[in-house]
């Protein structure tokens, strides 16, 4: 099958670069050189002590982490190699290049692909005569397969699960985020010839392009994850990729509840409030897990209802049967042929939709979204960016008037207040958790203001000597909500009310917190 292999004689390895079907092998010819503290310190600690003593220190309130806390974190997987492994992986890398049929390569299955191109790595170091350990041999075989058939060093990132997130900031620097903390890794690439190479990879997978003609991309990887790209001139130093790593597993409400994202009686709550189609917007900071939230909640949603997701890049994973996914298209090089959002939500009107579901409401498209929900779309979620759930309001108020609708801002706010009926608030907070704030109703209008009622709030009540905060998920004393009909006409109104009783957290003298005494 791969015809230009001839036995043991092998072609000398070039000098030159790898053929353009291939990636170039991540090595340079330094090796990595992390950096160092004053004291000596490895990079993890470091960045950990950068941390505590930059962002948390100056208020002298948080103890520094427990020993055993800091040995639980998860570490970082830096490769320290000499640089004699590198040009060792350069030659055996060049040669592969040589005695490969790639073009037979690419009919091959990923599995089937990956042992051949192991065999013949292998024989390669038999010829060449390389003295290597066996682990440094793995190694070597497992980094050449991942620069001929994945996404090259950033391989073993996206292989781990417990990474929320992958920022490349040029060929040099990598950081993770892990457990709500950035940290460092040793991963690096060849030269930012190669990270181009990746990136344009990752986005030809869903039609997109990135070069200098059209520098910036949003694509997706095919487990969902959400991917940005920014690529020269407009990045400085290199293109830079962002990666929203995707959990293997489908979070749901139980798995928010062990994680303490949400109460046991807020879990009960969110489950009502999907299921009796309340008309839903999440509300958060960027990283603030609004996407996940929102999976979560479309758990609740009848099998047997229509459901429309309209995205910039699409990442909902629904589990519902009749799920239609729409995504947005950038314009070609002509600057024609872009579809955006507005054009999606339009047009899923025409479509015969139960409920339409938004990824991110960003600009005009909120004026098309909210007329949906107040047209016979009940149970239409959405999310955007903001802090609180009345700024949700404002932004929600913004964005209308940015499509240009020339509308009296007492309409809009009355349009607000008849469409949607839940604000739901995620916030991620300085020790790195994510909790659910605030799950806040829109009442309606007293005179040109918008009134909101809070259901249940999150109040932190102080810290741990590892710098954790601590916190509960408590009831206002509301006990008969705006949608207590609703519930009631779906027959939910006795757990809901059950929730709202075994949420209250009572004073001293017996009285439940509400809003004022809080």
């Known amino acids: 099958m791969f015809g ?22 991540s090595a340079a010819k330094e090796p990595p050189k992390a950096p160092v503290s004053a004291k000596g310190s490895p990079p993890a600690a470091t960045q950990r002590s950068q941390m505590s003593e930059g962002g948390f220190k100056g208020k002298g309130e948080i103890a520094q982490p427990h020993a055993a806390a800091e040995a639980a974190k998860p ?5 320290r190699h000499s640089e ?10 060049n040669a592969l290049i040589d005695t490969i049929d790639l073009t ?42 991942n620069d001929v058939l994945g996404y090259g060093p950033l391989e073993p990132l996206l292989a781990r699960d417990d990474i929320a997130d992958i920022m490349v900031n040029g060929a040099e620097t990598t950081f993770i985020e892990v457990g709500g903390k950035v940290e460092k890794t040793g991963i690096r690439f060849a030269d930012n010839a190669q990270l181009m190479n990746i990136c344009q990879r990752i986005v030809s997978q869903v039609g997109r392009r990135v070069d200098e003609s059209s520098p910036i991309c949003d694509a997706r990887l095919p487990d969902g994850s ?21 959990k293997k597993d489908k979070l749901k409400l139980e798995q928010l509840m062990r994680y303490a994202s949400i109460s046991p009686e807020m879990k009960t709550i969110l489950e009502i409030i999907g299921r009796v189609r309340c008309n839903i917007v999440i509300s958060g900071g960027t990283g603030s897990g609004k996407t996940t939230l929102l999976n979560c909640l479309t758990g609740n949603i009848d099998l047997d209802e229509r459901i429309i997701t309209c995205e910039d890049s699409a990442e909902l994973q629904l589990q519902q049967p009749h799920v239609v996914r729409l995504e947005t298209r950038p314009p070609n090089l ?7 959002m507005r054009d999606l939500v339009k047009n899923c009107l025409r479509m015969r939709p139960e409920r339409i579901i938004v990824g991110e409401v960003r600009g005009p498209e909120a004026f098309d979204l909210l007329q949906a929900m107040n047209t016979g779309h009940d149970g239409s979620m959405g999310t955007l960016h903001s802090n609180s759930p009345r700024e949700c309001i404002s932004r929600l108020e913004s964005m209308i008037m940015m499509g240009g609708f020339q509308l009296p801002a007492k309409t809009i706010r009355e349009m607000i207040t008849g469409s949607i009926d839940i604000i739901i608030q995620a916030s991620r907070l300085r020790d790195g958790s994510r909790k659910v704030t605030h799950i806040t109703e829109v009442l309606g209008m007293e005179g040109d203001v918008v009134t909101l009622q809070n259901i ?26 705006r949608f ?22 009572r004073d001293v003298d017996g009285s439940p917190l509400g809003e004022k005494n809080a």
Not at 5 to 10: H, K, N, P, V, Y
Not at 498 to 503: G, P, T
Request: glycine content about 8%; overall charge negative.
């Open 456 to 481: 249940m709030v999150y109040d932190i009540t102080g810290e741990d000597a590892n710098g954790k905060l601590i916190g509960r998920h408590r009831s206002t004393g509301i006990a008969r909500p």
């Open 484 to 505: 207590w009909e609703r519930a009631t006409y779906y027959g939910e109104e006795g757990r809901l009310a059950a929730a709202l009783a075994a949420a209250e957290v």
């Open 4 to 25: 230009k292999r001839s036995g043991t004689q092998l072609p000398p390895a070039k000098k030159g670069g790898p053929a353009p079907q291939a990636l170039p092998p």
């Open 104 to 145: 037979q390569l690419a009919k091959l299955d990923a599995e089937a692909a990956r042992e051949e191109i192991r065999d013949i790595v292998a024989e390669i170091i038999q010829v060449k005569n390389v003295v290597m350990s066996i682990a440094e041999q793995e190694e070597l075989l497992e980094d050449i397969c």
């Open 226 to 246: 959400r991917v940005n790209v920014i690529a020269p001139p407009l990045a400085i130093d290199g293109p830079v990729l962002t990666i929203r790593k995707f």
């Open 75 to 79: 570490k970082v997987a830096e490769r």
């Open 334 to 340: 002509e600057g024609e042929g872009q579809i955006t």
């Open 84 to 93: 004699e492994y590198y040009d060792i992986k350069t030659t055996v890398f």
